[in-house]
């Protein structure tokens, strides 16, 4: 079992995203926002971090950039779910400062389980 810290603006795809994952055997621990996310990042220290790329205030790159700056060991992974073309650049730019893995949210939702765990299994980076 895993604690993980979930960072995003959408309620919605937050309650399904830890549903999935709590009853995958994780702690859920949630952020409305970048900067909410990055108190409980230091006050939790949390296994994985899941951020959305786009969110008012502290946007993903943001988040990531901040995170990387406070370990350079957290596992990070950016999800985004606008359109497919600029979902392809945005997460591409995620990997590019310092994300661990991205996905779609538009991803089929059992693939989401199998790619955190495979993040949480792999080597730090």
Known sequence: MALILLIDDDGFYRGVLRQILEDGGHQVTEA???RDGLERFR???????ITDMRMPGFD???VIRR????SKDVRILAVSGVAAL???????SAKAVGA?????KLSPLDGILQTIDRILEGPMT
């Open 32 to 34: 409305v926002n970048g």
């Open 100 to 104: 661990t893995a991205i996905l779609s």
């Open 86 to 92: 600029d979902n392809a650049a945005g997460l591409q």
């Open 60 to 62: 993903g790159g943001e």
């Open 67 to 70: 995170l990387r700056a406070a």
């Open 43 to 49: 006050t939790q220290q949390p296994d994985l971090v």
